[in-house]
């Protein structure tokens, strides 16, 4: 590949990376606005009346909001069906005691439970009340939340998304930084060791030794101008 499809491709990752660290960015602005931040912020109580005919069961939805106001309802009839409506009837293909469950959800993220356990069947009738409101997983959430001073309901609540967000930032930050190399490569640095071949040790302040040769030839220490070296008689 030359340079200029480099800078090419360079320049499309760069793009790309940008754009999903971009939408990761806002993501989680728009999370962290959703996220309750003081304990004065209370979630939503569940809450729901039902009567039952014959196969039929009928809810209505009776919940209290918190501090932010409720955005969804959800049901579960406990066999493969659900609703998303506040107030709504479903008929049972057979019957039998089903455990019915009302979830209520505010802006903030916070949820809350309520349940009964209805019986249906050819002629069955009934009414009740769903038990009192739970938050799912809320023990936990009670004990930090007085610890630290915040509801951790919502933070529980997407917890998931977080993660999300998280992979989201690594693979743009990938991207970018791949692009960035490919559009100004790095200089690549050779690393050299320069051996001698020869090693050559030169004397300093020293004169060259004389060679080797007749007696006559040798200059004395004397006539360099420094002490006799000539042999004293030994006493007897």
Do not use: C
């Amino acid at each position: 590949m030359d340079r200029a499809h480099e800078r090419i491709l360079g320049t499309i990752l760069v793009v790309l990376g940008v754009a999903i660290l971009l939408f990761a960015f806002l993501q989680a602005f728009a999370l962290l606005g959703h996220l309750p931040s003081s304990t004065s912020q209370s979630g939503p109580e569940a809450a729901f009346a039902y009567t039952v005919s014959g196969l039929t069961v009928t809810v209505t939805d009776h919940s209290q909001a918190g501090s932010s106001a409720i955005s969804s309802t959800y049901w579960a009839f406990a066999d493969g069906n659900s609703s998303a409506t506040a107030n709504t009837s479903h008929t049972y293909g057979k019957a039998g005691a089903y455990n019915v469950t009302l979830l209520v959800e505010d802006k903030s993220g916070n949820i809350a439970e309520s349940a009964a356990v209805v019986h249906v069947g050819p002629g069955a009738t009934g009414a009740g009340v769903g038990s009192p409101s739970v938050t799912p997983g809320g023990s936990i959430g009670s004990i930090l939340g007085g610890v630290f001073g915040t509801s951790l309901s919502g933070i529980a609540h997407t917890s998931e998304e977080v993660v999300v967000l998280v992979l989201i930032w690594l693979v743009g930050g990938s991207f970018l930084k791949a692009g960035w190399n490919l559009i100004t490569p790095k200089a690549e640095t050779i690393q050299v060791r320069v051996k001698p071949k020869d090693l050559a040790i030169e004397g300093v302040g020293y004169s060259a030794m004389p060679q080797p040769g007749p007696a006559a030839s040798r200059p004395t220490a004397a006539a360099a101008g420094g002490p006799s070296l000539a042999a004293a008689p030994l006493e007897s």
